[in-house]
């Protein structure tokens, strides 16, 4: 194996380690929870209604509430959600 291929082989598998290890803080930082009052709603729906239950627990795996988790389990529930801007 030459010198050139050792080079190329090291700067794509530090280019790999570097994009593995930033991606969970990208995704920290960029994970956008509901609004409050939406997860009061949401929670308050889940309560009246035990079928959206696991899809209550599914969406709160990873301990944030996104808005689009949260319309889909209001959506689940029969009720229609106004878009936010």
């Given at each position: 194996m ?31 929870s ?14 009246k ?10 969406a ?9 988790e949260a319309q889909?389990?209001?959506?689940g ?9």
């Amino acid at each position: 194996m030459n010198r050139q291929t050792m080079k190329f082989g090291a700067i794509l598998c530090l280019v790999a380690m570097i994009s593995f290890s930033i991606w969970p803080v990208w995704q920290y930082l960029y994970m956008r929870s509901a609004s409050a009052g939406l997860k009061r709603r949401t929670e308050a729906l889940v309560e009246k209604q035990p079928q959206l239950k696991v899809a209550w627990k599914i969406a709160l795996l990873d301990g944030v509430l996104t808005p689009d988790e949260a319309q889909e389990s209001i959506e689940g529930a029969g009720e229609k959600i106004e878009p936010q801007r």
